[in-house]
């Protein structure tokens, strides 16, 4: 036991090291994006004041909710901008035990899921929100004024992006159920129905019960679903 702590002890320091390292780019890029706060937050709060142009501010109901909300999209917007320096702290201690091959593999699958999560986040933030905004505040009128508080409007617009974000790692997690063998080569194209029966089932509960963001959901997964089947086929193997 004492030998393999022994051993253990110089990758206990090196994972030490450079999980601080990370903290403090986090705590400091936290603390730079909270400079620039203000335009933050009109970034996000632009497609609901789109979506409804009568809507010019947002209310807060406590005190402290308008300083935490900003402290949360402080630190959101610091890992997405640490997020480089986190992945090479996270490379520089996991490469040396990998073999030339595994690092070239791992470089793809990160390189795939960081493009196909980008791609999912954008799209929910500048196609699905937009519409999603203009289909809630359609319902205000003469008799019914909307007053959206701004710590659940984050909220909302945070969880949407990371939903829709998650959902386009379809193709690359069906690539590596195939290619570890959980399941069979011909299984996503023989369940095709009730997957696509699922897909539209969690885009409706993904986009609140919202039949278009539902739709604008959906048939992007769709595609993304067989795009999984034919890159199963190429990089997971042929046979069934």
Request: aromatic residues 16%; charged residues 15%.
């Amino acid at each position: 036991m004492r030998a393999a702590l022994e051993h253990f002890a110089p990758h206990y320091q090196e994972l030490r090291q450079r999980l601080i390292i990370s903290f403090l780019v986090i705590a400091v890029a936290t603390g730079v994006c909270y400079l620039f706060i203000d335009q933050l937050a009109g970034f996000c709060m632009r497609p609901l004041f789109l979506a409804y142009p009568k809507l010019d501010h947002m209310v807060y109901t406590k005190l402290t909710e308008a300083f935490i909300s900003y402290i949360k999209l402080s630190l959101l917007a610091g890992i997405i901008v640490s997020f480089p320096v986190l992945f090479y702290q996270a490379w520089m201690f996991i490469a040396p035990g990998l073999l030339p091959e595994e690092k070239r593999l791992a470089r793809r699958i990160v390189l795939w899921a960081t493009l196909l999560f980008a791609s999912g986040a954008l799209f929910a933030f500048f196609i699905v929100l937009p519409k999603m905004l203009s289909f809630f505040m359609s319902y205000a009128g003469d008799n019914l004024q909307p007053m959206p508080k701004l710590g659940l409007y984050l909220t909302f617009v945070a969880r949407m992006v990371l939903a829709f974000g998650i959902a386009f790692e379809i193709p690359f997690l069906m690539v590596m159920a195939m290619k570890t063998g959980l399941v069979s080569r011909s299984h996503f194209s023989k369940k095709r129905t009730y997957f696509y029966i699922a897909i539209i089932i969690l885009s409706f509960l993904l986009t609140a019960g919202d039949i278009t963001a539902t739709a604008l959901l959906s048939f992007p997964l769709f595609g993304l679903y067989e795009a999984g089947i034919v890159a199963g086929r190429v990089f997971a193997g042929t046979q069934a």
